[in-house]
């Protein structure tokens, strides 16, 4: 939501369906603040690895430290 007036040209398809050439993404406003990706996705994705890393890294500091 902002604070600008809607485009009287904005088409709508509250009672029969858009056309079905159009992109029906959503697009807007924030299109030049929008990124393809997201870090918080790709780390979802592979949270099971996260753990086993955190573990590994730690296993691994404790080795060095004990040198």
């Given at each position: 939501m902002i604070d600008e007036p809607e485009s009287s040209t904005r088409?709508?398809?509250l009672y029969s369906p858009g056309d079905d050439d159009r992109d029906h993404g959503a697009h807007g406003a924030f299109d030049d603040r929008a990124t393809s990706r997201?870090?918080?996705f790709e780390l979802n994705k592979k949270r099971g690895w996260?753990?086993?890393g955190a573990a590994a890294l730690?296993?691994?500091l404790a080795i060095a430290g004990r040198r």
């Open positions: 088409p709508n398809n997201s870090l918080e996260i753990p086993a730690l296993v691994g």
